[in-house]
Structures are given as structure tokens and as C-alpha cells.
């Protein structure tokens, strides 16, 4: 489940409003519905009902019979869904990726980042 704005699930943005971190390639992951999270909370910030919520995920099929996968960017936004599903909605297999988007919009699909290994140094993708 895609928890960024419309914009972003299109790949007609490729970062969050006014944040300045975008990721590598616009779109989604295929086969994905998308939720913004501003879907599970109120006006005010608050929770909505839990009715609200299940009424919400289930029109686009998404009631817990299967596992759910949250993603957002670098999964801040996912965090809020996550727990939505899982503690208000009671799902039992929710999962929430992180960096998603920029691992899927990397060249090879992996991001490669240089690591220290121990006093000896070295570094190795």
C-alpha cells in the first residue's frame, strides 16, 4: 500500500510537498493501491473511528485477509498507517518498508552504500 500523495504515486512529484529530499525515479511499486495517509486522520490530526478506517481500506480491498505492506519514502508516513491497521483495524500481518522508493528507483533496483569494517577500515558496498 502507497501512503504518498496522489502526485507522488503517479510520478508526477517525486518528493513529499515542501520537504526537499525527492527519490530517484517517479511511480509506484505495480499492483499497489495507494492511501494517503492524510486518509486516516481527522482534520484536527486526530485518529479517525476505526469504522471510518476499515470502511476506507476495504474499498480498495484492503481488510486484512492478507498481508499489508505499508511504503512511503523513507517510511514516516508509513509509520502512521502501519499503526492504524495494526492497532486500530487490528491487522495481524502488517509490515512497513523503509527507503522503498529509493531502493525501487535506483538503477538494478538496489541502493549500494559504502560501509566501515571494523579498525582494519576498507569499505565495501
Known amino acids: 500500500m502507497d501512503v504518498r500523495s496522489p502526485q507522488e504515486f ?7 510537498a515542501g520537504l526537499p529530499e525527492t527519490c530517484q525515479r517517479g511511480g509506484h ?11 486516516g486522520a481527522n482534520d484536527d490530526g486526530t485518529f ?3 469504522t471510518n478506517c ?10 486484512g485477509s492478507k498481508p ?3 511504503y512511503c519514502r523513507i517510511g514516516e508516513r508509513s509509520s502512521h498507517t502501519w499503526f492504524v491497521l495494526k492497532y ?3 491487522f495481524r500481518d502488517v509490515k512497513k518498508l523503509r527507503r522503498i522508493v529509493d531502493r525501487v528507483g535506483q538503477p538494478g533496483g538496489r541502493r549500494r552504500r559504502a560501509r566501515s569494517r571494523g579498525q582494519g577500515g576498507g569499505a565495501r558496498g
Open 48 to 50: 479517525k473511528s476505526a
Open 88 to 90: 486500530l483495524l487490528g
Open 29 to 39: 511499486v505495480p499492483g499497489a493501491p495507494q492511501h494517503p495517509v492524510g486518509e
Open 10 to 16: 503517479t510520478g508526477g512529484n517525486s518528493g513529499a
Open 54 to 63: 476499515g470502511q476506507l481500506y476495504a474499498s480498495e480491498g484492503v481488510d
Open 68 to 70: 499489508v505492506i505499508a
